[in-house]
């Protein structure tokens, strides 16, 4: 056992049995390497991570290739989803230095943490051109023991590049009816009519793309944007990407077509994918959005809840395929024979026709994944839900993918927005109950007595690592939906003291642009500074919605401020790059529509009435719009001070831009106020 023995990272615990002496990221680290005179090697992946694992195999547990790394380095592991600032600095080093990145990163460091050579997998012979990772070893210890100087000059000019390469902000102004236009008309153009999504192969489900073009639409009625949403959609859960039989979708499509995925699953695409498809129902009433919607939040608490009531990372894209050997996607695939095998011949084939099952097969070795080819009428519902069942049951015969347990306080915010809204809107409590529970996990363990978060924790465990900007902007979206939809002030409170953070310690206070950690961090080579939206909304993004929503529940003209300053930055992003900075987009449409301010006021919280407003309010299209509810006497709302009963009845109130319509007591009325 090496020093990752004790670590909560299931990921660094993956590698405690390696014969590499590996230490964590620590000031001990660095300390030992100069006293030693070593350069370091820092590899960063995830537990879920299909090449961190074949790295893994094939050179951190050879006995001949850990002694080179224990005589002439000092070797540090990294969790990517522990410490996000630590990956963003070198990421953008490797990417800047080759044009290109990924994990896991393999990055060689001096002592003092500057870099000075980049790399991602390297095999364990040369092939394809790459040198095999012994080759990578043996020239850089002989730069780092000959050419000591050289190295020294080439890592600090690094560090110098990456100091001067600043963001253009755009200012401090959100963007307006113009940039958002030209948002739209850019991804038209990237847009892939034939397919869905946008770009070719690797094609990565667009959450936040789809968010924005669903919230545009509601603002302007530009058929074209819904289009786009409902279309990406519809084939997004038609394909391989989505698990016909559990739910839940996979990281991405290796094909344009979305067949083949890669077949891990994270929950922060599930948390983000749920809420979308729930908002797609909200926006047309589509059945099949509704569907995906349910199954993706069942798989979450399914699947991915652990004991503590948290949400789970992630499932691992391998899994035993029945003879021993780990097999990417062994778990989730068929062929005509295993169908066959369970269902016998004549649903076999009514199967393998539905599913798109065929003898030479969509995946390797003649086995498919699973679909929906785009047929009606195929077969009736009924049989169909049996055959379901039937496969369902016998894949949960087969071994099971691992499971990263860690629980990421940023993730999991999107998940709880993500179940209160979807247990809301279809009545489902037991929804509300799960996300009610991760974030009461949340405030016990992730959350200190200053309010300051913790962004990782496992088994109960709070891990060592503090939260990062995305952390504080996505509990906080979190804790803003379940104040909407449960009408408990507390979650609105909880939410104020994680902006007050974002404000004080990651805003810089002249331009209003935000970094990824606080001020008060551990200082690394760069202070990270990323406002892209990849895989989740960016910290920036994520934040900029979180301070709309609180300014639009409290009036907060500081929390207002901060939001529009931050959106400067969508301003200058939106028309040129707008498939990455969707949920910055989304935001920025929420800030030009209001965002719309719905308070609901009844005798008492269970009155059918008050209810049947407050459904409708979270029904709502209007981009952004914050709900509100409680009797007239309550004090957990600012939206509800001088809000009275109308001639005894429940009432709705709706305002914008320091504007209130007339108080409603119809549902009706209310629907179209929130339509329009």
């Not at 719009?625 to 009432?651: K, W």
Request: with cysteine; charged share 25%.
């Amino acid at each position: 056992m090496n020093r990752l023995a004790h670590e909560t990272s299931p990921y660094l615990l993956q590698h405690a049995d390696n014969p590499v002496d590996w230490w964590p990221w620590s000031t001990e680290a660095f300390d030992e390497a100069r006293k030693n005179s070593k350069p370091v090697l820092l590899s960063v992946g995830y537990s879920s991570c299909h090449w961190c694992h074949v790295m893994a195999h094939e050179s951190f547990e050879d006995q001949a290739t850990a002694d080179f790394l224990n005589e002439h380095f000092v070797s540090i592991k990294v969790d990517r989803e522990e410490r996000p600032d630590v990956d963003a600095v070198y990421m953008e080093a490797v990417q800047a230095a080759t044009g290109q990145g990924g994990w896991p990163m393999t990055v060689f460091l001096t002592p003092d943490a500057e870099p000075f050579y980049f790399g991602t997998y390297f095999p364990p012979a040369p092939r394809h051109g790459m040198p095999s990772f012994r080759q990578v070893l043996e020239g850089v210890r002989s730069a780092w023991a000959d050419r000591r100087d050289e190295v020294a000059d080439v890592a600090g000019k690094i560090v110098r590049d990456l100091a001067g390469r600043e963001i253009s902000y755009g200012g401090t102004e959100a963007p307006g009816e113009q940039e958002l236009a030209q948002a739209l008309l850019g991804l038209t153009r990237e847009y892939d009519a034939q397919r869905g999504g946008f770009g070719g192969a690797p094609k990565f489900p667009p959450s936040m793309v789809i968010e924005f073009l669903l919230r545009h639409h509601a603002r302007t009625g530009a058929e074209g944007a819904l289009q786009m949403a409902q279309d990406t959609s519809e084939r997004m859960a038609r394909g391989g990407i989505y698990d016909q039989l559990g739910g839940g979708f996979a990281r991405y499509s290796v094909d344009r077509d979305w067949v083949v995925p890669h077949f891990e699953k994270m929950l922060y695409d599930n948390a983000l994918l749920c809420r979308v498809y729930a908002h797609l129902w909200r926006a047309t009433g589509s059945e099949l959005a509704r569907r995906v919607a349910l199954e993706t939040a069942d798989f979450m608490v399914r699947e991915l809840r652990t004991d503590e009531g948290g949400f789970a990372s992630a499932l691992d894209a391998d899994s035993d395929d029945g003879t021993g050997r780990h097999v990417e996607g062994a778990y989730y695939v068929w062929t005509p024979r295993q169908l066959r095998e369970v269902l016998g011949d004549d649903d076999a084939e009514l199967a393998a026709r539905h599913f798109g099952v065929t003898e030479d097969g969509t995946f390797e070795h003649g086995s498919s994944v699973l679909q929906l080819p785009q047929q009606d009428g195929l077969a009736d519902a009924e049989r169909i839900t049996g055959i379901r069942q039937r496969l369902l049951a016998a894949r949960s015969e087969r071994p099971a993918p691992g499971r990263d347990d860690k629980i990421v306080a940023a993730w999991n915010g999107l998940a709880i927005a993500a179940l209160a809204e979807t247990g809301a809107y279809f009545d489902r409590p037991d929804l509300l109950d799960a996300a009610l529970g991760a974030a009461d996990l949340l405030v016990r363990l992730h959350l200190d007595d200053a309010a300051r978060l913790t962004r990782t924790s496992k088994d109960g465990q709070a891990g060592a690592n503090a939260g990062v900007l995305e952390d504080y902007g996505d509990v906080a979206e979190g804790f803003l939906a379940l104040a909407s939809v449960t009408g408990e002030g507390v979650w609105l409170d909880f939410a104020g003291f994680l902006l007050d953070h974002v404000i004080a310690r990651f805003a810089d206070e002249e331009s209003g642009a935000l970094y990824d950690t606080a001020a008060d961090a551990e200082q690394l080579i760069r202070r990270p500074q990323d406002p892209t939206d990849n895989a989740a909304p960016s910290g920036w993004s994520a934040a900029a919605g979180a301070l709309l929503s609180y300014a639009a529940q409290t009036g907060s003209e500081p929390h207002r401020a901060a939001a529009e300053k931050a959106l400067g930055v969508v301003k200058a992003l939106g028309p040129r790059v707008p498939r990455f900075i969707g949920w910055g987009l989304a935001v920025a449409e929420a800030n030009l529509d209001g965002p719309r301010e719905v308070a609901v006021v009844g005798p008492a919280m269970g009155d059918p009435a008050t209810k049947a407003l407050h459904r409708t309010a979270l029904l709502g299209t209007a981009p952004g719009a914050v709900v509100a509810v409680g009797t007239p006497e309550s004090d957990e709302f600012p939206l509800l001070v001088d809000r009275p009963l109308q001639q005894g009845q429940p009432a709705a109130y709706v305002c914008r831009n320091f504007t209130c319509d007339a108080p409603t007591t119809d549902p009706d009325r209310l629907r179209t106020a929130l339509s329009s």
